[in-house]
């Protein structure tokens, strides 16, 4: 095993979102295009005699309340030691630090990308290669929005959120992210749906261009959106002031209560951010950018 690691666990933003069904267990059916952004938490990884997590960061506080066991950094770490123990593979102790830097419980799915940024992370640092289906099974044991923060690339997710097609060509979107300090909890925004059976997203065409991509998404919505609201009505708030900035878009993410605005450029988004935050210190704002298709 070698010495530290680190990786970037980045926020995911659902740009559309529809909820097309319901499995008899309860999950829901939907269909997202998702992308994820240049913006997220970091996780460092380091052999040690003992197991052991540390939190730092903006939003570490709101973490340190909930039993550590609960955490999925730990439960993706067991997790993956289970499935080398299978295959005959040594998997030492290992020291984890993870810096929150997304605000929990926001709808950008921190907690995924930090239980994915685990797996990546700890496959390397225990020089262990995971067949691509077993890991992938594991992620989605941890969370239905797991696979995808594995993944990390535009993508179109339906079924529960594991069944991915990758989308080629998408450009980077500048972006901001906001969020008014509300912690959402995702099965109150499932319950809370009026409809259930939405039709699935248009077919995705190849999108060059931040306008082609608005104007594609025109046509689309976060069906999401509406039960948030209703049960976060800081929610509103955000959106309005995202869009008196001229954002090309504005919507939430996932079950909420971040949201987020598109722009034609990284100045503007920055402008955008910095008035926000000026009229709004207490919220959680940022500007970033969603990452393009790979080449
Ligand atoms: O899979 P995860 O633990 O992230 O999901 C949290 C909760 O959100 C689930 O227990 C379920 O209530 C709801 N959910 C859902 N349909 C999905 C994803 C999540 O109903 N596709």
């Known amino acids: 095993m070698t010495g530290l690691a680190t990786r970037g666990a980045t926020a995911k933003v659902n740009l559309a979102l529809s909820i097309t069904g319901r499995r008899a267990d309860g999950y829901h059916l939907l269909d997202s295009l998702v992308v994820f952004t240049g913006f997220g938490d970091t996780l460092q990884a ?64 921190g907690g995924s990308a930090d239980a994915a940024a685990v797996l990546h992370l700890l496959c390397d640092l225990w020089r262990f290669t995971a067949d691509p289906d077993d890991l992938a099974q594991l992620a989605l044991t941890l969370g239905a929005d797991v696979p995808m923060c594995l993944a990390n690339r535009p993508l179109r997710a339906s079924g529960i959120g594991e069944a991915l097609t990758f989308v080629d060509g998408l450009p980077a979107l500048p972006m901001v992210l906001v969020n008014p300090g509300v912690a959402v909890s995702t099965p109150s925004v499932f319950r809370a749906l009026e409809s259930r059976d939405n039709p699935p997203l248009p077919a995705i065409p190849r999108l060059a261009s931040v306008r082609e991509t608005v104007a594609w998404l025109g046509g689309t919505r976060n069906d999401l959106e509406p039960p948030a609201r209703r049960l976060a009505p800081a929610i509103d708030g955000c959106l309005d002031a995202i869009r008196q900035t001229g954002a ?11 949201c987020f605005g598109l722009y034609a450029a990284d100045t503007e988004a920055q402008a955008a951010a910095a008035a926000i935050a000026s009229r709004h210190p207490d919220w959680f704002v940022t500007a970033t950018r969603s990452l393009a298709s790979p080449a």
């Open 248 to 258: 090309l878009l504005a919507r939430m993410s996932g079950s909420g209560a971040t």
């Open 46 to 109: 380091e052999p040690a005699a003992a197991d052991s997590l540390d939190l730092d960061g903006p939003f570490a506080g709101a973490l340190a309340g909930s039993p550590q066991a609960d955490n999925l950094c730990l439960k993706a770490r067991d997790g993956l030691r289970a499935l080398a123990a299978a295959r005959g593979h040594e998997a030492p102790g290992v020291a984890l630090r993870l810096t929150k830097a997304i605000p929990v419980a926001s709808g950008v799915g």
